[in-house]
């Protein structure tokens, strides 16, 4: 497991996809862009439910504003895989 980052350090780090600890499905991560070693302002929110439990598509596409405190180290390193699982 990594270390809790806040968003401002992983893109720093060049690290684009990350997860809560608290989120119960394995495969639920966000992806941001970087733009210049910061975070952009639009973050995709990849779920394997978006599509067949929630009927919207997938990855749903959110300001990054609604994630909260950008410097809050809640946030872990996401490797698994990308999208939706096979």
């Known amino acids: ?6 968003i ?4 720093m780090l ?3 996809r990350f997860r ?8 639920d991560h966000f992806e941001i862009d970087i733009i210049d070693g910061r975070p952009g302002p639009w973050v995709k929110l990849w779920s394997p439910l978006n599509r067949p439990v929630c009927e919207q598509e997938n990855p749903q596409k ?3 504003t609604m994630l909260g405190d950008l410097d ?6 996401y490797v698994g895989p990308i999208g939706e699982p096979a």
């Open 62 to 64: 959110m300001l990054i």
């Open 72 to 77: 809050a180290k809640v946030w872990r390193n």
């Open 20 to 27: 809560l600890d608290k989120w119960t499905n394995d495969y």
């Open 14 to 16: 060049g690290r684009k």
């Open 8 to 11: 401002r350090e992983a893109a």
């Open 1 to 6: 497991m990594s270390d809790l980052m806040s």
